[in-house]
Structures are given as C-alpha cells and as structure tokens.
C-alpha cells in the first residue's frame, strides 16, 4: 500500500525529530527508526491497530510516546497525525475537514 503524511503530520515527525536531536545525539534517528518499523506494521496489516474514531487507527510506537493516527483509502493509508500521547488528545480531528 502507499503512504501520504498530511502535511501537518509531516511537520510534526520533523518537530519530533528535532527535539530529540535535541535532547541527545541520535536519538531523533532512532526515533525515525521507531516511525519507520510502525509504517511498516501498518502497511502489512492495515486493519490491526485500535479503531479510535470512525475509519480512523492509531498505531503506537514501541519506544516513544506517540502514536501514528491515520486512515485507509482504498490503495492508500493516509496518515493525518504523528500524536504525542501525553499532549492534548484529538487535536488533529480538524484535520479530517481537509483531507477528502
């Protein structure tokens, strides 16, 4: 399947990124690996993460406190939010309003 980051979503990897560069050498890389294992999941099994709204997923990440927000379209997930889980939830709902 392919993968389209809203560009909200996109921002906020390279938000996450930078903070964690940050913090520690490194560590942002590391926090692109973590991204990339859970695209990856999602990709293979679309439909195996927790259904939080309708048509709408989040995946976990295993090390960081984040979780992948997206939905699937036919061909396509479309990844609407890269959330931190400790921040104020369902910030990314307008999102929704743009995406179709």
């Known amino acids: 399947m392919k993968i389209r980051f809203l560009k909200p979503a996109q921002i906020e990897v390279d938000d996450a990124v930078a903070w964690y560069d940050s913090q520690s ?9 973590d991204i990339d294992r859970a695209i990856r999941r999602i990709a293979a099994y679309p439909f195996s993460s927790v259904e939080i709204e309708q048509d709408l997923r989040r995946c976990l990440l295993s090390r960081f406190p984040y979780g992948i927000i997206y939905g699937t379209d036919s061909e396509t997930i479309i990844v609407v939010a890269v959330a931190h889980l400790h921040r104020e939830p369902r910030y990314w709902i307008d999102r929704m309003l743009g995406k179709k």
């Open 25 to 33: 050498r490194g560590l942002g890389i590391q926090f692109l690996d």
